[in-house]
């Protein structure tokens, strides 16, 4: 049977909240969140079958146990740090881990990154994809763009963007139709649906009674519901970030000039307050916010 091993990514979170006293002050060593060192830490604790920390509300102090197997783990640690690597002069550069709904990636991310990138060259970002609404942690992550509700507890939270909400047909779509000349002819049309834009609070704005669709297509990401929309599946709710491309080639048409102006969900900033502390971090919030002002 082939041996089992530490996870060295455990051991090194260990060491660290072991010589600091702290697991925030270790996180912050890491580039990780405290939440995901906690994690490591536990992980290591099912693999050596006990406790290595008590936790009591105060300080956590290494429990008997972990004092011993502390010695062992720094001198594992610094066998493997201190044995030369070949090619391995370059000091490590500052890196960025941000995680991001995928169409705020393809249409609002990526077009302006470059003006960050090249501004930081020294910097290296990361960029990782999150489902909106479902992928609520931020794990290992720096930061997060998130869409949503912009309620998210022991997390700093700002604002990033709110754009109006409305809502766009194919040119054929409309044509099977009948056309769809006022908000109450809605009626004979698909609705697609999607937990990121429900329809009911523009239903309100319209000055329609209507519940929530509750049958038709769902699809709970922004960039393929618009894809549904432009490929004739029905009528969906979108933003002008995402449609202007489509709108301006006539891929899709916008139906009325009624848009909810605060739909309930925005994109927003989130990230752990101990992770604003690195400047690369904080230089990357500052863009954020910057580059997203006033639209």
């Known amino acids: 049977m082939p041996k089992r091993f530490p996870p060295v990514h455990a051991l090194a979170a260990f060491e660290a909240a072991a010589h600091s006293g702290s697991f925030a002050v270790a996180a912050n060593q890491l580039c990780i969140t405290p939440s995901a060192l906690s994690h490591r830490i536990r992980l290591l604790e099912e693999f050596v079958g006990d406790r290595l920390f008590i936790r009591d509300g105060r300080a956590p102090t290494l429990t008997p146990f972990g004092r011993s197997y502390l010695d062992v783990v720094c001198v594992a640690l610094r066998t493997l740090t201190d044995f030369p690597l070949p090619g391995r002069t370059a000091s490590a550069q500052p890196r960025i881990k941000l995680t991001v709904p995928p169409t705020f990636a393809r249409y609002l991310l990526m077009p302006r990154l470059a003006s960050f990138t090249d501004a930081h060259p020294d910097i290296v970002v990361d960029v990782f994809l999150s489902v909106p609404l479902y992928d609520l942690s931020?794990?290992?992550?720096?930061?997060?763009?998130?869409?949503?509700?912009?309620?998210?507890?022991?997390?700093?939270t700002v604002k990033l963007l709110e754009e109006p909400a409305f809502p766009v047909a194919s040119p054929d779509y409309l044509e099977r139709v009948g056309g769809i000349d006022s908000p109450e002819a809605l009626s004979k049309a698909i609705l697609l649906r999607s937990a990121l834009e429900p329809w009911k609070p523009?239903?309100?704005?319209?000055?329609?009674?209507?519940?929530?669709?509750?049958?038709?297509?769902?699809?709970?990401?922004?960039?393929?519901?618009?894809?549904?929309?432009?490929?004739?599946?029905?009528?969906?709710?979108?933003?002008?970030?995402?449609?202007?491309?489509?709108?301006?080639?006539?891929?899709?048409?916008?139906?009325?000039?009624?848009?909810?102006?605060?739909?309930?969900?925005?994109?927003?900033?989130?990230?752990?307050?101990?992770?604003?502390?690195?400047?690369?971090?904080?230089?990357?919030?500052?863009?954020?916010?910057?580059?997203?002002?006033?639209?």
């Open 138 to 156: 931020l794990s290992e992550s720096d930061l997060e763009v998130r869409f949503g509700a912009g309620k998210y507890p022991d997390l700093e």
């Open 202 to 295: 523009w239903f309100e704005q319209a000055g329609l009674g209507w519940p929530e669709p509750a049958t038709g297509l769902r699809v709970d990401d922004l960039g393929l519901l618009l894809e549904a929309v432009r490929h004739g599946h029905g009528v969906g709710l979108t933003r002008q970030h995402f449609a202007q491309q489509m709108i301006a080639s006539g891929e899709v048409v916008e139906l009325f000039d009624i848009r909810l102006a605060s739909p309930p969900h925005a994109y927003y900033v989130v990230y752990d307050a101990n992770t604003r502390l690195r400047p690369e971090v904080q230089l990357f919030i500052d863009w954020l916010l910057a580059a997203y002002a006033g639209t």
